[in-house]
């Protein structure tokens, strides 16, 4: 198994910076070879048209010896074992020399008369490394062949090469930091689409935006496209099963309401069995159109209880009924709206039915859970039924026929969720129910 | 006492219309949202009983629509959706009770009696004019704590002027509010049964207020000239 990279990005840096670390040395060191022939050649070159210059100024004097007509220009002739020599031979004897050499020789090689001259490296006795060009010629009025040789000293040369190498490697350096820069900007820059794709998935997850907005780049566009295409598919997947629970009940209750006014209030047990067929009918509604837990939907709860209380108003106004609740800020449900509210809305509505003027719901939060407590000041339940319900949601509509029905319906969507229902005795004087639901943990955008 | 049902099932509409009848209302009916909105948007009436799921137009759109025109009307919402989002819809719509299907035919009549009630401005369930009493519950007239027998016209004109006792009402709203769609609306009968009433209860109840109607009043001075 290759061992994963942490991220794209990580990825493309390093692949460049590979690319730059071979690179580099590779250019650099081809410059510096090269650079160091070409010096070699054109001091070999100097050499050579100095060479010629000597000779051309070699005259044979009416002695019959050799002289030179004209000195050559260049003072480091003139400057004692400067490595800049020069020397005119024949019959191993160097018949005339520069200044610098001195009281040294340059040893000259005699070779065969030769129209070009020959170059060797030599090393003197001062231990200089030296160039060497010498050329064997005849010269008129002597029966000797004469040899010329020029020496250059080879190290001004190495001192051009070490100074070129020391800019070559820094450039080469400067070159490679700017790379790498370069390569982290463009990443970034190449990379800003993807992020932003990122981004907008984690607002669909959370429930802030519906769809993913389209980045501008044709490759992720595709992408965000197809992602759209599954959101879609996915919400009205969703909403297709709701509504044909919803209307599935519409289609059996409607004449479930005949069939019951049509029947005479003696036939008790057959009234029975129409309100056991209404209970099966909404209770598995009920758990059938629950959303149930989808990542990232959220709903405030503020909102609803506010709804609910309006409609629960409406709905007891009889009873000039006090509603208290206190909902914290952040309290939020990692859920559906809907099937808050059918949880809420049951269980208020049954506080409302018990209660003798007052009605509190109130939200605490404790890290990832929601607790909302609705209470009333009504009489309340024994506590032997409420162990019952604790237990099991589906003792209450045995227990308690008519109210019992709402409760076991929020437990089942409590449970749904991987939370509970949990009934106990309030303060107020009747009955508090605590609802025990995932909390989420981000703040609706 | 006029209501509207709107509900497009023939056999569940004619058995609220039949309760409703007996009942002592004046029943007019609709069978789809379109007649249901006109109907509510053109007639008077003291409570429409409007089920959400009507064909052409459905009951929350229509319901909507009436309270965004300024009608008043207390409306009793049937559904058979049963979770407390269509239920929490209504209210947003507008509607002041909802009955989830299948229900009682008798709590059909009792929450159209207390959203009547309400409607007019009265708390208790029991009307109450000197002798005259209206129990809204059993939807019964007494008179000096015997019972009263009227007419079913009776019934809902002396209804009508009880639930508005001490205001006066036109012959055309009396007419308006007691005869359904169907009948022949003729304002010289309402001078009529007002008589027949006076004789039951006593003149000094029911006075006629020259050129704009009658009141129901428990004042002791006997009125009108």
């Known amino acids: 198994m290759p061992k994963a990279v942490s991220s794209l990005k990580t990825r493309l840096v390093l692949a460049a910076l590979a690319w730059v670390a071979v690179a580099i040395p590779i250019g650099g060191g081809g410059l510096m070879l090269s650079f160091r022939d070409t010096l070699a050649d054109s001091f070999d070159e100097r050499l050579t048209s100095l060479l010629g210059i000597l000779m051309g100024s070699a005259e044979i004097a009416p002695s019959g010896d050799i002289v030179l007509a004209r000195p050559l220009g260049d003072p480091r002739f003139e400057q004692v074992y400067s490595g800049w020599y020069w020397s005119i031979s024949h019959n191993q004897r160097n018949v005339l020399r520069s200044r610098s050499l001195w009281d040294q020789e340059l040893a000259a090689q005699t070779g065969p008369v030769s129209a070009t001259p020959r170059l060797r490296t030599v090393q003197d006795a001062l231990g200089k490394r030296l160039r060497v060009a010498e050329q064997t010629v005849d010269l008129p009025g002597i029966t000797v062949p004469v040899t010329f040789a020029i020496s250059g000293d080879l190290a001004s040369l190495q001192a051009d090469a070490r100074d070129f190498n020391r800019l070559l490697w820094l ?65 009205n997947t969703l909403e297709r099963a709701r509504s044909n629970a919803a209307d599935l009940a519409h289609a059996l209750k409607t004449p479930l309401s005949v069939i019951r006014s049509a029947m005479s209030a ?80 049951n269980l208020i509505d049954n506080a409302c039915k018990w209660a003798r003027t007052r009605v509190t719901v109130t939200t605490r939060l404790q890290r990832q859970e929601l607790q909302i407590e609705i209470e009333d000041d009504g009489p309340g339940i024994p506590r032997e039924q409420q162990a019952l319900g604790i237990e099991r949601g589906q003792r209450f509509d045995e227990s308690t026929p008519g109210t019992g029905l709402g409760l076991a319906i929020v437990s089942d969507l409590a449970t749904l969720y991987g939370g509970a229902l949990a009934l106990d005795s309030s303060p107020l004087g009747g009955l508090r129910a605590r609802l025990q639901l995932p909390a989420s943990a981000a703040q609706p955008a | 006492m006029r209501v509207l049902v709107a509900e497009d099932e023939p056999n569940l509409a004619a058995r ?40 052409q137009q459905d009951g929350l759109s229509v319901l909507e629509q009436w309270r965004a025109s300024g009608h008043k009307v207390p409306v009793l919402v049937l559904t058979a959706r049963s979770r407390w989002h269509e239920k929490l819809a209504g209210f ?15 709590e059909v009549v009792v929450r159209l009696r207390a959203l009547i009630r309400r409607s007019t401005g009265h708390a208790t369930s029991t009307l109450q004019c000197g002798p005259l009493r209206l129990d809204l519950n059993a939807g019964m007239f007494e008179l000096n704590d015997e019972p009263l027998e009227l007419t079913a016209q009776e019934h809902r004109i002396l209804s009508y002027l009880m639930h508005h006792q001490g205001k006066v009402v036109s012959r055309t709203e009396l007419a308006e509010h007691v005869y359904d769609r169907d009948s022949e609306r003729d304002s010289n009968v309402i001078d009529v049964l007002i008589s027949r009433i006076r004789r039951k209860v006593g003149a000094r109840l029911i006075a006629t207020i020259r050129g704009r109607g009658f009141m129901l009043s428990n004042a002791p001075a006997s009125a009108g000239p």
Not at chain 1, 204 to 233: F, H, S
Not at chain 1, 274 to 285: F, G, K, P, S, T
């Open chain 2, 92 to 106: 947003n719509a507008g509607a002041d009770d909802y009955l989830v299907k299948p229900f009682e035919m008798e």
């Open chain 1, 266 to 345: 003696e036939k008790r047990d057959d009234l029975l069995q129409v309100e056991a067929m209404q209970r099966i009918i909404d209770r598995h509604l009920a758990r059938a159109a629950s959303a149930g837990p989808r990542r990232g939907v959220t709903t405030p709860v503020q909102p609803v209880v506010a709804a609910l209380v309006r409609g629960m108003s409406k709905i007891h106004s009889e009873r000039a009924l006090v509603f208290e609740t206190q909902i914290e800020d952040g309290a939020i449900f990692a859920g559906d709206a809907e099937d808050l509210e059918e949880m809420l809305g």
């Open chain 2, 16 to 55: 609220i219309a039949a309760r409703l009848t007996t009942a002592g209302f004046a029943v007019d009916m609709a069978h789809d949202g379109r007649q249901a909105h006109f109907l509510g948007d053109t007639e008077a009436y003291d409570a429409v009983v409007l089920d959400l799921g009507l064909p």
């Open chain 1, 171 to 235: 450039s080469l350096v400067a070159l490679g930091a700017g790379l790498v820069l370069a390569i982290l900007a463009q990443v970034s820059f190449g990379l800003r689409p993807l992020r932003k794709v990122t981004a907008n998935i984690e607002r669909v997850r959370m429930g802030a935006v519906q769809t993913l907005e389209a980045t501008g780049t044709r490759e992720l566009d595709t992408l965000v496209e197809e992602i759209n295409t599954l959101l879609d598919q996915n919400r």
